[in-house]
């Protein structure tokens, strides 16, 4: 004979065909649980719906650093007018710059130093560079 599930716990198949477990207390709305059904983070998060509390969406960057920079960046209309295909690209090189980048903040960014350029790769011929 199977095992009775935990009371308040459905079972569904969605429009995809997965498999999703859901929590309804009463007359409540449903709490999705997105751990794996028998793991020790579906129980946890079982408990914690049974308990009425709602699961925390991903985590926001803190104030300061490069990835709450771009989630700023990302909320502009600079950003929003940009196509599709643009966005795409420059998400993928801020994603992988975060991941990279060893500043804990674009504060810090500021103040690093940049190393002076080569004599060799100024103008020499114009005014603005050093005259040869």
Known sequence: MPRPRPPHLHREANRHGNVVWYVRVGKCPRILIRATY???EFEEAYQAAIQGER???AA???RGTLGW???FYRQTTA???MAHSTRYKREKISRRSMRLTSSPGASAARRRRLPPRLSSTRCT???NGPSA
Do not use: E
């Open 60 to 62: 926001k960057a803190t």
């Open 38 to 40: 028998g793991t020790p």
């Open 55 to 57: 699961p925390r969406g």
């Open 69 to 71: 920079l771009f989630d």
């Open 79 to 81: 950003w929003t007018d």
């Open 125 to 127: 011929g114009c005014s």
